[in-house]
């Protein structure tokens, strides 16, 4: 008797958008062969208050492409945030009557390379204790950007102010950032710029905390789903090319790097207060102001030229715990 493998979960996408139209009908241009090899695959755009031409394009998109079967367009009335307006969508989703086995985080300046969708689903049934997994991403050029995460901590935040050898060899094993292979692994967070959650980590864990705007809602999320048991995992097989920082500007790469908004800030302070206290949130403040100011004491002794964004010590300290609760 020949054996077939069990039937694939069902996934919803989730498309959050803000003034980015064109990217969002290009990413769904990417999912249409997702969608012919994966049935049981549907696509969400929820639009964020935009304001400006998203909706009518992309609703003409989805109609004059014949996309309708699959994808929808869904409009928030407010710009509440990435958190926000992908809760928007998966409220409605987990209230329906046949809710999704998946839900997949996409962000709008994504191309999803073909088979992404199906390697996902099938990674999250072959290993039921995983909750959240995460695909390898491409840069704009198409050169792999192969990292995934561990949770930030008083010394990882030491070692990203550093930027010293010595100090950065030292912290390695604390860094945020994990450079990671070719096979699959377990992490501590991936980005959400394309991550599969398991429905049932949204009745242990709860939706994602909307006291973020943006930044640190994924790391928060996959922290409370750590919490309540379950594993995150990241899955090289999965590939999606990512346009960073099109909405934001943040992580743009730009010739000139652009004065970090005030939310990243809050949004990290937030994390800190939340799932550490203040007196931690107070240290990894100074473990990162401290090594970056002797970071910067040596760059100027140097006489090199400042890659930072305007104003970064600054705000940095305006924003942190040590002067705001």
Same mark, same amino acid.
């Given at each position: 008797?020949?054996?077939?493998?069990?039937?694939? /979960? !069902?996934? &919803?996408?989730?498309?959050?958008?803000?003034?980015?139209?064109? =990217? @969002?009908?290009?990413? #769904?241009? +990417?999912?249409?062969?997702?969608?012919?090899?994966?049935?049981?695959?549907?696509?969400?755009?929820?639009?964020?208050?935009?304001?400006?031409?998203?909706?009518?394009?992309?609703?003409?998109?989805?109609?004059?492409?014949?996309?309708?079967?699959?994808?929808?367009?869904?409009?928030?009335?407010?710009?509440?945030?990435?958190?926000?307006?992908?809760?928007?969508?998966?409220?409605?989703?987990?209230?329906?009557?046949?809710?999704?086995?998946?839900?997949?985080?996409?962000?709008?300046?994504?191309?999803?390379?073909?088979?992404?969708?199906?390697?996902?689903?099938?990674?999250?049934?072959?290993?039921?204790?995983?909750?959240?997994?995460?695909?390898?991403?491409?840069?704009?050029?198409?050169?792999?950007?192969?990292?995934?995460?561990?949770? /930030? !901590?008083? &010394?990882?935040?030491?070692?990203?102010?550093?930027?010293?050898? =010595? @100090?950065?060899?030292? #912290?390695? +094993?604390?860094?945020?950032?994990?450079?990671?292979?070719?096979?699959?692994?377990?992490?501590?967070?991936?980005?959400?710029?394309?991550?599969?959650?398991?429905?049932?980590?949204?009745?242990?864990?709860?939706?994602?905390?909307?006291?973020?705007?943006?930044?640190?809602?994924?790391?928060?999320?996959?922290?409370?789903?750590?919490?309540?048991?379950?594993?995150?995992?990241?899955?090289?097989?999965?590939?999606?090319?990512?346009?960073?920082?099109?909405?934001?500007?943040?992580?743009?790469?730009?010739?000139?790097?652009?004065?970090?908004?005030?939310?990243?800030?809050?949004?990290?302070?937030?994390?800190?207060?939340?799932?550490?206290?203040?007196?931690?949130?107070?240290?990894?403040?100074?473990?990162?102001?401290?090594?970056?100011?002797?970071?910067?004491?040596?760059?100027?002794?140097?006489?090199?030229?400042?890659?930072?964004?305007?104003?970064?010590?600054?705000?940095?300290?305006?924003?942190?715990?040590?002067?705001?609760?």
């Amino acid at each position: 008797m020949i054996q077939t493998d069990p039937p694939l /979960p !069902t996934m &919803l996408a989730i498309i959050v958008n803000y003034r980015t139209g064109p =990217l @969002v009908v290009e990413c #769904l241009a +990417s999912l249409e062969n997702e969608v012919r090899e994966m049935p049981g695959l549907q696509v969400v755009v929820v639009d964020n208050d935009s304001g400006d031409d998203s909706v009518p394009l992309i609703d003409s998109a989805i109609r004059m492409e014949g996309w309708g079967g699959w994808a929808e367009l869904l409009a928030s009335p407010v710009n509440g945030g990435f958190a926000s307006g992908n809760n928007h969508a998966i409220r409605r989703a987990l209230a329906g009557r046949n809710p999704p086995d998946l839900v997949w985080l996409v962000n709008p300046d994504t191309v999803i390379r073909p088979g992404a969708a199906r390697t996902l689903a099938a990674f999250m049934r072959d290993r039921p204790r995983a909750g959240i997994a995460g695909s390898a991403l491409q840069s704009a050029d198409g050169t792999p950007w192969p990292y995934a995460f561990r949770f /930030p !901590t008083i &010394l990882g935040e030491t070692e990203r102010g550093a930027r010293l050898g =010595l @100090v950065s060899r030292l #912290l390695s +094993s604390h860094a945020i950032g994990r450079t990671m292979g070719q096979e699959t692994a377990r992490v501590d967070w991936v980005s959400g710029a394309s991550m599969v959650i398991r429905r049932a980590v949204f009745d242990d864990a709860g939706l994602m905390d909307e006291g973020y705007f943006l930044y640190y809602e994924e790391t928060d999320f996959c922290l409370q789903a750590r919490r309540a048991g379950w594993e995150c995992w990241y899955v090289p097989q999965a590939v999606v090319l990512h346009i960073s920082g099109q909405s934001t500007g943040v992580t743009a790469a730009t010739t000139e790097p652009k004065r970090i908004p005030r939310y990243w800030f809050e949004s990290r302070r937030r994390y800190f207060l939340k799932n550490h206290g203040r007196a931690y949130a107070i240290a990894a403040d100074l473990g990162w102001a401290g090594m970056h100011m002797l970071w910067q004491v040596r760059r100027l002794a140097m006489l090199r030229r400042n890659p930072d964004p305007p104003r970064m010590l600054g705000d940095f300290l305006r924003n942190s715990a040590l002067f705001r609760a």
